[in-house]
T-cell receptor, first 114, second 112 residues
Framework: KQEVTQIPAALSVPEGENLVLNCSFT??????LQWFRQDPGKGLTSLLL?????REQTSGRLNASLDKSSGRSTLYIAASQPGDSATYLC?????????????FGDGTTLTVKP | KAGVTQTPRYLIKTRGQQVTLSCSPI?????VSWYQQTPGQGLQFLFE???????NKGNFPGRFSGRQFSNSRSEMNVSTLELGDSALYLC???????????FGPGTRLTVL
């Protein structure tokens, strides 16, 4: 059974800092790994999808890496801004059932102070 | 391209009632997954539908059910509501179920 862990649970940084969020998964047999952002009371916004054959993916100030062998992914945010404050979740689709179920981490709540 | 829509956005019900939530996926997407999100349990998988067939089901009681229509729109129903059913219900659409997922804004259900 896939388990996904995100550390730290919360992170507070001053504006302008570069930061790294971590995501660990127990089963290295994955199709892909997806990073999301969630604002309070809202749905999830897709940030980046890394396929299992890729090592990293970039979008603007965001860079996600994937190391399947060690069961780890990181999300790097450059030059953080107060608007980046949100909860960040990573998710891994279930490999065995091949049917629309993803396991999510509990998220890292990021606060960027002006 | 329109995103995933969910209706209604907010619901207040009392214990014992039933409720139906709706999700319209992105055009062309055939997979719709439902999740329950609570502060204590995080995101929990409810079920997934693909081409009108339930392919996968999470560990929820039979009071939680769903269906998918030929246009890929999906509904979930919760009967005999309990206080613990209060949560944000999210649906996600994707092309085939293991590719990139796109979430709707959610339905906030409060059971009194």
């Amino acid at each position: 059974k896939q388990e996904v862990t995100q550390i730290p649970a919360a992170l507070s940084v001053p504006e302008g800092e570069n930061l790294v969020l971590n995501c660990s998964f127990t089963d290295s047999a994955i199709y892909n790994l997806q990073w999301f952002r969630q604002d309070p009371g809202k749905g999830l916004t897709s940030l980046l999808l890394i396929q299992s054959s890729q090592r990293e993916q970039t979008s603007g100030r965001l860079n996600a890496s994937l190391d399947k062998s060690s069961g780890r992914s990181t999300l790097y945010i450059a030059a953080s801004q107060p608007g980046d404050s949100a909860t960040y979740l990573c998710a891994v689709p279930d490999y065995n059932t091949n049917a629309g179920k993803s396991t999510f981490g509990d998220g890292t709540t990021l606060t960027v102070k002006p | 391209k329109a995103g995933v829509t969910q209706t209604p956005r907010y619901l207040i019900k009392t214990r014992g009632q039933q409720v139906t939530l709706s999700c319209s996926p992105i055009s062309g997407h055939r997979s719709v997954s439902w999740y329950q999100q609570t502060p204590g349990q995080g995101l929990q998988f409810l079920f997934e539908y693909f081409s009108e067939t339930q392919r996968n089901k999470g560990n929820f009681p039979g009071r939680f059910s769903g269906r998918q229509f030929s246009n890929s729109r999906s509904e979930m129903n919760v009967s005999t509501l309990e206080l613990g059913d209060s949560a944000l219900y999210l649906c996600a659409s994707s092309l085939a179920g293991v590719d990139e997922q796109f979430f709707g804004p959610g339905t906030r259900l409060t059971v009194l």
